[in-house]
């Protein structure tokens, strides 16, 4: 789960991190009295939106007056940011960040997220703040150091202090660099995040240590532990079949082609994608029904893929061990009788009471095709399609 930028800075907070005073606006009509809030004589108009990259897109301006920022916020609000993370589709700007300007002297990378390779919180950072941190491993990877955290013992100072002498923070501030990096760390940790990073970390001319800009992704796996992070969630951000795919515990995400895919099992359902587009295919979704998916899961999740407007055919792709292939059966026809499907849906049932499952699918009287195999099934949706 994701959350904006100035709702990360309100985390931030909790945990004694500086960041510039800012305002948080709904409609154009707010900005002049949020600019006056800040007290600065320059102000920073931000756009919100879940994905970065808002700078080049055109989503932050500098305004220098009061009447800018009214200005810069008539002409944000409602318009559709595009950047390398929104894709074509775009984000609409739904909420300013009116914010202070700082008098920056020198910016840093700083962030904790898991490492995969080694199973452990790593603790990433770099000189070169302000920039995309992909962009710098790519071009400069000497300029970024990282730090693998015991998990038994969490970051520990001397971690932090050689992290800053690696990134050149000055000697003066090594320890509120150390302080401000512990307590990022706790963040992390206590909020079940999967990544928490300050991009830049501005030290300013008055040599006091700030976050500009802030990210945090949160766990959903342990959400429901995080009562105040809930609150932060924004259903407008979201896909709508995600979001509905979530009422019924379905794991559910979008994806850009145009063969739906149910499946049960999120490894056999990353298979399934594979397979697809190793013949040629394009999947829509990747839809993980659980191995103990009700008849009402089934026909939810029939009717979460076909609600996506370029689906031309489904792949229907089950291995029955908890999950009965009867009672997927049934979730199927139901739900196609329901929702009057009028693309090809190809079915492949393997498991527990796979011959009973194949038995309904062929006295349903539906244009269903059973495959024989995954292989058959991938190859047969794919000719469909095509």
């Not at 074509?88 to 490492?115: A, M």
């Not at 002498?165 to 992390?188: A, H, M, Q, W």
């Not at 979460?304 to 059966?329: E, H, Q, R, T, Y």
């Not at 499907?341 to 796979?354: A, D, F, M, Q, S």
Request: glycine share 8%; charged share 25%.
């Amino acid at each position: 789960m994701n959350i904006h930028e100035y709702q990360a800075k309100e985390v931030l907070k909790k945990y004694n991190i500086e960041v510039p005073k800012g305002v948080v606006i709904f409609s154009p009509d707010e900005a002049e009295k949020a600019a006056w809030k800040i007290e600065s004589s320059v102000a920073v108009v931000k756009a919100q939106i879940h994905a970065g990259g808002r700078g080049k897109a055109g989503g932050i301006k500098v305004a220098e007056s009061i009447s800018e920022v009214v200005s810069y916020a008539n002409e944000l609000f409602g318009k559709k940011l595009f950047t390398h993370q929104t894709g074509p589709q775009g984000k609409e700007i739904k909420r300013l960040l009116i914010e202070e300007s700082c008098n920056i002297k020198k910016e840093y990378y700083i962030g904790f997220t898991l490492d995969r390779r080694t199973s452990r919180i790593v603790f990433v950072a770099s000189e070169e703040g302000g920039t995309d941190i992909e962009e710098v491993a790519k071009k400069t990877p000497e300029k970024i150091f990282t730090e693998i955290i015991d998990p038994l013992v969490g970051l520990t100072s001397f971690q932090a202090r050689r992290i800053a002498f690696n990134i050149n923070i000055p000697n003066g501030l090594i320890d509120k660099f150390v302080e401000l990096s512990l307590n990022l760390y706790n963040c992390y940790s206590q909020n079940d995040c999967i990544l928490a990073e300050i991009n830049p970390l501005a030290i300013t001319k008055d040599n006091r240590m700030m976050a500009l800009d802030a990210k945090l992704s949160f766990d959903e796996n342990g959400i429901y532990r995080q009562s105040e992070i809930q609150y932060y969630r924004d259903l407008d951000e979201e896909d709508e079949k995600e979001i509905e795919a979530s009422k019924y515990n379905l794991s559910y995400i979008a994806l850009d082609g145009n063969i739906g895919c149910m499946v049960n099992g999120a490894g056999l359902a990353m298979a399934t994608m594979d397979i697809i587009k190793h013949y040629g295919g394009e999947p829509a979704n990747f839809l993980d029904v659980g191995g103990s998916a009700t008849e009402d899961n089934v026909k939810s999740a029939f009717k979460i893929i076909l609600s996506d407007k370029n689906i031309k055919g489904i792949f229907v792709n089950i291995f029955g061990g908890i999950m009965k292939c009867d009672v997927i059966a049934k979730g199927i026809i139901e739900a196609a009788k329901e929702v009057k499907v009028k693309v090809p849906i190809v079915i492949r049932l393997e498991g527990t009471n796979v011959l009973k499952g194949k038995e309904m699918l062929k006295k349903s009287g539906l244009n269903f095709i059973v495959a024989d195999s995954m292989t058959d099934g991938a190859k047969k949706i794919v000719e469909l399609v095509e």
